[in-house]
């Protein structure tokens, strides 16, 4: 887990880095097309402030895909270069603080968990499986593409 000890701070400030374990990030993924199997490398700066904690720094995780159009096994660098993170220790929002320490995990994984591909592409364009080209599901209402040149034929044989 990754744990701040609100004891180790020296003038109000705490600097940690390190890797958090796959097991701990513990994103119970439903996704097939997407796998997590390397830790999430953090580096942070924490600052005490009179009511709360901010966290600033960066998170950064290899997510392993697939390509949703290829099927192409890639890698790819999710990054948070400047994650920032605003924990209240007062009043209705105020994080829960059990000896003297908090877990980052959760604020972590959700934070992380957004960044993550929608639609996996192994690149931009990629123009997926050749043979399913012709057959490329098409998004509902996504069809309009071809209705203007037929009717353009119909225009032609009318005239
Ligand atoms: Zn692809």
């Given at each position: 887990?990754?744990?701040?000890?609100?004891?180790?701070?020296?003038?109000?400030e705490l600097?940690?880095?390190?890797?958090?374990?796959?097991?701990?990030?513990?994103?119970?993924?439903?996704?097939?097309l997407?796998?997590?199997?390397?830790?999430l490398?953090?580096?942070?700066?924490i600052?005490?402030?009179?009511d709360?904690?901010?966290?600033?720094?960066?998170?950064?995780?290899?997510?392993?895909?697939?390509?949703?159009?290829?099927?192409?096994?890639?890698?790819?660098?999710?990054?948070?270069?400047d994650?920032?993170?605003?924990?209240?220790?007062?009043?209705?929002?105020?994080?829960?603080?059990?000896?003297?320490?908090?877990?980052?995990?959760?604020?972590?994984r959700?934070?992380?968990?957004?960044?993550?591909?929608?639609?996996?592409?192994?690149?931009p364009?990629?123009?997926?499986?050749?043979?399913?080209?012709?057959?490329?599901?098409?998004?509902?209402?996504?069809?309009?593409?071809?209705?203007?040149?037929?009717w353009?034929?119909?225009n032609?044989?009318?005239?």
């Open positions: 887990m990754l744990k701040i000890n609100l004891r180790h701070f020296e003038n109000d600097q940690i880095a390190g890797e958090l374990p796959v097991a701990d990030l513990d994103l119970e993924l439903n996704d097939e997407l796998r997590v199997e390397e830790p490398e953090y580096d942070l700066m600052e005490r402030m009179e709360a904690l901010l966290v600033t720094g960066s998170l950064r995780l290899n997510l392993h895909c697939e390509c949703v159009r290829c099927l192409k096994a890639f890698k790819t660098e999710v990054d948070l270069p994650w920032t993170l605003h924990l209240p220790l007062a009043g209705e929002d105020a994080v829960s603080i059990k000896n003297d320490s908090l877990d980052l995990t959760p604020y972590v959700e934070d992380i968990l957004l960044e993550f591909p929608q639609h996996p592409l192994c690149k364009d990629c123009g997926g499986l050749k043979k399913k080209k012709a057959v490329q599901p098409v998004k509902s209402g996504g069809n309009n593409e071809t209705k203007p040149s037929a353009a034929e119909l032609k044989l009318k005239l």
